[in-house]
């Protein structure tokens, strides 16, 4: 894993986590061929759509010249069709910006569209009353590099609403058919730009579940009354954003993102989980997370998983071998951190959506000894 950092240190920009120190880079091995995410552990088929969104309220904050807001929101959802042709992981053209902008060569641009992944597109949806869990990706990321976690989500009976947030990644299909590029890569360096980021984002969230029960036909099967939000570097704090200023998002999670929207002096009491590498333990470099701890009332936890590394709460590491990025050293291995992040996210969510109490969260379990359970002010994380 620490020469899959190397390569891609780029995308761990200033703005989604506390800076990495450059690593030196090991000799490429030779690509593996098309990757293939893991299968989801949940009882039911997968299926996916894709919606595009206009927010003709606001003007885009990235594009001076665009008078509304698109949006690229994808679907995962439970299905009963097993069989049909699966969704691609991305386009060429996105593949081929993706890779670009994050450095990577030595392989096809066209490389991460030959990802196999596991939902069937524009499958059925089937079942009632399901939760809605929000998803945002890091910084220059497209959503689709969290697509494993959204499988298995929907795979577990969730409806899984992804954000593209346009113009904040390297490559956003819009509707019709231009891919969007990130400007705001050009504007990372400025003062208070990750807190302009959440706000954005929390924004782009509210206008999607304001959307969603008339856009899509499946929406009938939502229960509006149990949404949740997760995700990756910046799109994990603006969870927090979203929590602040969206009293429809019932439970919020972070994974490895520094923080940047106030929360109220008063705080709020819904339930928050901040899950990370060893960057965020108590008293390490990046202090937000024991800053908002302080303000959330209700139920939280705080948990670490030793060996991990900022990427491995995405497909990264599952993509490296097809991108010809060797793992190397004892870090956490990437089905192992894909593992581990889909099993505490899904108990956090049954836990407060479904109303199913999970242990595994109230301490360390000897079946997971990587993740550790931290207190701030208590001493080390156990």
Partial sequence: MRHLLAVLAVLAVSACAAPTPPRSAAPSPTPTGPAVLPEPSGAHPVGTTVLHLKDTSRPDPWDLDAEARELKVTLWYPTGQRDGERAPYMTP????????????????????????????????????????????????????????????????????????HTHESYATTLADGRVAECLACDSDADPGFGAGVVQVRAADVSFVLDQLPSRWDGAGLIDRSRIAMAGQSIGGASSVAVMVKDSRVRAGIDMDGTTYARIPEGGFSRPFMFIGSPEHVPGGRDTTWERDWKLLTGWKRWIVMKGADHQSFTDLPVLAGALGIGP????????????????????????????????????PSARYPEVQHCAPGGGACL
């Fill in 93 to 164: 053209r996105e593949s081929e910006l993706f890779l670009k902008g994050s450095r990577i060569t030595g392989v096809p641009y066209d490389a991460l569209s030959r990802t196999r992944t596991n939902a069937v597109e524009d499958a059925e949806p089937a079942g009632r009353n399901l939760p809605l869990v929000v998803l945002s990706p890091g910084f220059t990321k497209p959503l689709s590099t969290l697509t494993s976690l959204a499988e298995d989500l929907a795979s577990r009976g969730y409806v899984v609403a992804g954000i593209d």
């Fill in 328 to 363: 190397a050293g004892p870090e956490l291995a990437a089905a192992r951190a894909a593992e581990l992040t889909r099993t505490y996210v899904a108990a956090f969510l049954d836990q407060h959506l479904k109303a199913e109490r999970q242990p595994l969260l109230d301490k």
